[in-house]
């Protein structure tokens, strides 16, 4: 069964390995293998145990946990995918933004990152915002889901990425209701719509 909270600062650690696998597992063959292979989980966990105890901005984080069924006795949810974001940190493209959104390989296609993005966006409507955006890069196969969520595309502008240049595109639910509709739990046996 999969859960969403808002992050404890005790999830530092299992946020920062989801962020690294998800990274090695999405941007393998985009971002060079040294880079990736390189990513320190220590020095996540310090990045993350700072994110969650920052509120500025309307800064938030959310993760998704599993309660495995063959975890013995009273083993803890494992997390499993985590989002992060607050108000847009570039204004003029919306006023809310969803900074990252990470879920482990085993837990794609079950309705995490859906369920991930409808915390975000509801906590982002409920600081005010009433746009929301994501950046993504542009040869990750995710875009897709951001754009089968609504997302319209907005902009596009190379970086640098471990100083190699890349391609990002930012998508963008203006208004933000967009969002929450494409994100609305949906009835066991019934189809979204358009689905």
Known sequence: MISIRRARP????????????????????ILGDGYLAGLSEPRMAAFYHRAILDRREGHAVFVATAAEADQPGVAPPLVVGFAS???ARRRGLAEGEVETL??????????CGRRLMRAMAAHLRAIGCNSAMAWVLEANPSRFFYRHLGGRLAMQEAIRVAGQ???QVALVWD??????????????GRLPEGG
């Open 102 to 111: 990470y879920v482990l390989d085993d837990y794609r296609e079950r309705g």
């Open 175 to 188: 208004p933000i209701d967009t969002l929450l509709a494409a994100t609305a739990p949906v009835q066991e």
């Open 10 to 29: 005790g999830d530092a650690a299992a946020i920062a390995a989801v962020h690294v696998a998800a990274w090695r597992s999405a941007y393998a063959g």
């Open 85 to 87: 974001g607050g108000r």
């Open 165 to 167: 240049g890349v391609q």
